[in-house]
Nanobody, 123 residues
């Protein structure tokens, strides 16, 4: 079972970037999926989550209105569209699959984690 995050890189503040998380080895179509991030010297924090159907989403206040989480269950892939990123969004971004179908904000219920992709936002 593997979650492969991709799409990170260097982006200017105010630009846009889309992260992808492809699952292999099994399907997570019945599971809530989430994105978390960790900046140097800081704890891992919640960014966004989406229910198994994609109908319900949850966002951290710091990214609400700028980031959008979505999923394509036919492709077993989850996305994070980052619009108008800020330098404080710089971090390693991790995707994760929860053991429940809801969009969960805490890391505990997430059983599977991707390897992370670096996002650097320049001012």
């Amino acid at each position: 079972v593997q979650l492969q995050a991709s799409g990170g890189g260097l982006v200017q503040a105010g630009g846009s970037l889309r992260l992808s998380c492809a699952a292999s080895g099994r399907t997570f179509n019945n599971h809530g999926m989430g994105w978390f991030r960790q900046a140097p010297g800081k704890e891992r924090e919640f960014v966004a989550a989406i229910s198994w159907s994609g109908r319900t989403t949850n966002y951290a206040d710091s990214v609400k209105g700028r980031f959008t989480i979505s999923r394509d269950n036919a492709k077993n892939t989850v996305y994070l569209q980052m619009n108008s990123p800020k330098p404080e969004d710089t971090a390693v971004y991790y995707c994760a699959a929860a053991r429940y179908s809801d969009p969960i904000r805490t890391p505990g219920p997430y059983d599977y984690w991707g390897q992370g992709t670096q996002v650097t936002v320049s001012s």
